[in-house]
């Protein structure tokens, strides 16, 4: 046991769990004022649902020795998750601060499909939504990736800090659930612009900063591989804010502040799997790539197929994490982490082939669980809200609350 690579892990569970709080400013100043609170509803309700998940059986499912596909549940409820180690994920720190550190990556995944169907989905279905993707998406793509015995993790694939397990997965299911759920109704007239920019650039400030815990403390460690994945991460989301500037100056003739804070979250997506396995030139280029690739998806692609992503959830976490993915296989070093391998650029012939059967099987399976799991819960409930519902807005219609008062 070591007291300082367990209080680094503790730290940055409270990092990451700070991210979906943020992820809820993000989001929540995207859209239209009378839905602000939704979105914050939303994203604090995951935390309280996902959490209990977590600990009953999700945790079990994720990481308890089972098969290639799932884990076993004799880990349900914490059952022999306690104070001392476990050799097989984490040798110097207590079995359940690993528990705790995933639990927050449990967290915030299903809170970024939000951002797909903003403005438009029953919070009653969204509460069942969540607990069933979590259960038959989530956890099962966490054991492949992961767990131990997931054939994913057999393969050799590396996914240092969840681009695989997180964007990818969750940007894959935002983009069927924008699908299906439809376009919203007021953009028969127009697109609506963020109600408040100040939370968008609050919200993603505070992912920015919970971020060094999300890709930092995967290394399970205050050691080397931690400095060199907090410093990656810090600059690959330089390279791609900027870049994402340059890319709106070139275009539009003015760069502006959402395009600098949504180039900075693609930059923090597109680094997640490679923190670990790449050297602070490659995370630089990484970061400028994924800006053009985003960028594309999210002003030129999706234009252009009429699909409704409301906070391009897809255009930015899964097309940012198939890059990040991607890239990882080009860069990964022996020589940042020998636990790793060597990609494309370093010699290695097999860890990009890897890397894409990895982001095959991910997508492939995440669409067909998402839509089947939707439309179950839409013949048993009804998924999408009524008219006249979205047009009073989810605060009232939902909650029973509004963001903004006007005394006079």
């Given at each position: 046991?070591?007291?300082g690579?367990?209080?680094?892990?503790?730290?940055?569970?409270?990092?990451?769990?700070?991210?979906?709080?943020?992820?809820?400013?993000?989001?929540?100043?995207?859209?239209?004022?009378?839905?602000?609170?939704?979105?914050?509803?939303?994203?604090?309700?995951?935390?309280?649902?996902?959490?209990?998940?977590?600990?009953?059986f999700?945790?079990?499912?994720?990481?308890?020795p089972?098969?290639?596909?799932?884990?076993?549940?004799?880990?349900?409820?914490?059952?022999?998750?306690?104070?001392?180690?476990?050799?097989?994920?984490?040798a110097?720190?207590?079995?359940?601060?690993?528990?705790?550190?995933?639990?927050?990556?449990?967290?915030?995944?299903?809170?970024?499909?939000?951002?797909?169907?903003?403005?438009?989905?029953?919070?009653?279905?969204?509460?069942?939504?969540?607990?069933?993707?979590?259960?038959?998406v989530?956890?099962?793509?966490?054991h492949?990736?992961?767990?131990?015995?997931?054939?994913?993790?057999?393969?050799?694939?590396?996914?240092?800090?969840?681009?695989?397990?997180?964007?990818?997965?969750?940007?894959?299911?935002?983009?069927?659930?924008?699908?299906?759920?439809?376009?919203?109704?007021?953009?028969d007239?127009?697109?609506?612009?963020?109600?408040?920019?100040?939370?968008?650039?609050?919200?993603?400030?505070?992912?920015?900063?919970?971020?060094?815990?999300?890709?930092?403390?995967?290394?399970?460690?205050?050691n080397?591989?931690?400095?060199?994945?907090?410093?990656?991460?810090?600059?690959?989301?330089?390279?791609?804010?900027?870049?994402?500037?340059?890319?709106?100056?070139?275009?539009?003739?003015?760069?502006?502040?959402?395009?600098?804070?949504?180039?900075?979250?693609?930059?923090?997506?597109?680094?997640t799997?490679?923190a670990?396995?790449?050297?602070v030139v490659?995370?630089?280029?990484?970061?400028?790539?994924?800006?053009?690739?985003?960028?594309?998806?999210?002003?030129?692609?999706?234009?252009?197929?009429?699909?409704?992503?409301?906070?391009?959830?897809?255009?930015?976490?899964?097309?940012?994490?198939?890059?990040?993915?991607?890239?990882?296989?080009?860069?990964?070093?022996?020589a940042v982490?020998?636990?790793g391998?060597?990609?494309l650029?370093?010699?290695?012939?097999?860890?990009?082939?890897?890397?894409?059967?990895?982001?095959?099987?991910?997508?492939?399976?995440?669409?067909?669980?998402?839509?089947?799991?939707?439309k179950?819960?839409?013949?048993?409930?009804g998924?999408?809200?009524?008219q006249?519902?979205?047009?009073?807005?989810l605060?009232?219609?939902?909650?029973?609350?509004?963001?903004?008062?006007?005394?006079?």
């Amino acid at each position: 046991m070591n007291s300082g690579d367990t209080a680094w892990v503790l730290i940055s569970s409270a990092l990451v769990m700070l991210m979906t709080p943020g992820l809820a400013f993000f989001y929540g100043g995207m859209v239209r004022r009378k839905n602000i609170l939704s979105v914050l509803m939303q994203c604090f309700i995951i935390l309280c649902v996902m959490s209990l998940q977590w600990v009953l059986f999700g945790y079990s499912l994720s990481f308890a020795p089972g098969n290639s596909f799932i884990g076993g549940l004799q880990w349900a409820g914490l059952n022999g998750v306690g104070q001392e180690p476990f050799a097989d994920y984490a040798a110097t720190i207590p079995h359940m601060a690993f528990m705790i550190f995933q639990a927050m990556f449990a967290v915030i995944t299903p809170a970024l499909i939000i951002g797909a169907f903003a403005e438009r989905m029953k919070f009653s279905a969204f509460v069942v939504f969540t607990l069933l993707w979590a259960t038959f998406v989530y956890d099962p793509v966490c054991h492949w990736v992961w767990g131990i015995g997931g054939w994913i993790r057999n393969l050799g694939a590396l996914d240092f800090a969840g681009g695989t397990v997180v964007h990818i997965n969750a940007g894959i299911a935002a983009l069927v659930t924008a699908v299906v759920i439809g376009r919203r109704k007021c953009l028969d007239k127009s697109i609506p612009p963020p109600h408040n920019l100040p939370f968008v650039v609050l919200g993603t400030a505070l992912l920015w900063f919970g971020w060094f815990g999300f890709n930092a403390g995967s290394a399970l460690g205050a050691n080397g591989l931690a400095a060199n994945a907090f410093v990656v991460t810090h600059a690959a989301a330089a390279a791609a804010g900027l870049s994402w500037a340059v890319i709106e100056w070139l275009r539009v003739g003015k760069p502006t502040m959402f395009g600098v804070a949504s180039g900075a979250v693609a930059g923090l997506v597109a680094i997640t799997p490679a923190a670990g396995f790449v050297s602070v030139v490659p995370a630089i280029i990484i970061g400028l790539a994924v800006s053009v690739f985003c960028y594309v998806a999210a002003t030129i692609i999706k234009p252009r197929m009429g699909y409704d992503d409301a906070l391009d959830a897809f255009g930015v976490h899964c097309v940012g994490g198939i890059w990040g993915a991607l890239a990882t296989g080009l860069f990964a070093s022996r020589a940042v982490n020998a636990a790793g391998a060597d990609g494309l650029f370093f010699g290695g012939s097999e860890l990009f082939l890897k890397q894409l059967i990895a982001v095959g099987a991910t997508l492939a399976y995440c669409i067909i669980a998402t839509l089947v799991i939707y439309k179950v819960i839409d013949v048993l409930m009804g998924i999408r809200i009524e008219q006249n519902d979205e047009e009073a807005g989810l605060d009232l219609s939902q909650h029973h609350e509004r963001a903004y008062t006007i005394i006079e």
